[in-house]
T-cell receptor, first 112, second 114 residues
């Protein structure tokens, strides 16, 4: 079945860039998403990318997709303490289903 | 407009009891999803409703779990004869018919089975 892997923890200093990585096994993925979860809160959709794109930029967020290597990354420029949270990548396996497969989440710690 | 809402926000129940969790999707969203998040883990898909089509129940972990949805509105997730391993946060999401079908999540119901 589909598998989505993320590193569990990333620590950066305020003002630096953060890069959160995700690898997956299902090459038929159509849409790939990044969600943010703050302590005790639900999931907030940050951005998504369609599988025929290589890159998408949205303000401080840049998503890179390497379909050949099945690798997705989220870069956060000028990371702030408010960016501290758990970040989940998720993929939609095909256009016929809406169900998402999630990674385990990467905890981003931003040090002042 | 209003986001996805879920109730109750917290539920503590004794092992063996039945529980019912409720989700109100965003108005106009045709698809509704239930996920489970165990402590420190990612989300696990449970069930997916799309309009009047038969639901995708492939993620339900056992026959103790069931869900219903009336049209394109409220959904309830029922867990019968709860077990301690059912303790988790149950998250509901809804999405529009657009191709990207971004899912918007509710705040979740934290279920604790004692």
């Amino acid at each position: 079945g589909e598998d989505v892997e993320q590193s569990l923890f990333l620590s950066v200093r305020e003002g630096d860039s953060s890069v959160i990585n995700c690898t997956y096994t299902d090459s038929s993925s159509t849409y790939l998403y990044w969600y943010k979860q703050e302590p005790g809160a639900g999931l907030q959709l940050l951005t998504y990318i369609f599988s025929n794109m290589d890159m998408k930029q949205d303000q401080r967020l840049t998503v890179l997709l390497n379909k050949k290597d099945k690798h997705l990354s989220l870069r956060i420029a000028d990371t702030q303490t408010g960016d501290s949270a758990i970040y989940f990548c998720a993929l939609r396996a095909s256009s016929n289903t809406g169900k998402l497969i999630f990674g385990q989440g990467t905890t981003l710690q931003v040090k002042p | 407009g209003a986001g996805v809402s879920q109730s109750p926000s917290n539920k503590v129940t004794e092992k063996g009891k039945d529980v019912e969790l409720r989700c109100d999707p965003i108005s106009g969203h045709t698809a509704l999803y239930w996920y489970r998040q165990r402590l420190g883990q990612g989300l696990e898909f449970l069930i997916y409703f799309q309009g009047n089509s038969a639901p995708d129940k492939s993620g339900l972990p056992s026959d103790r779990f069931s869900a219903e949805r009336t049209g394109e509105s409220v959904s309830t997730l029922t867990i019968q004869r709860t077990q301690q391993e059912d303790s988790a946060v149950y998250l509901c999401a809804s999405s529009s018919p657009h191709a990207s079908r971004e899912q918007y999540f509710g705040p979740g119901t934290r279920l604790t089975v004692t």
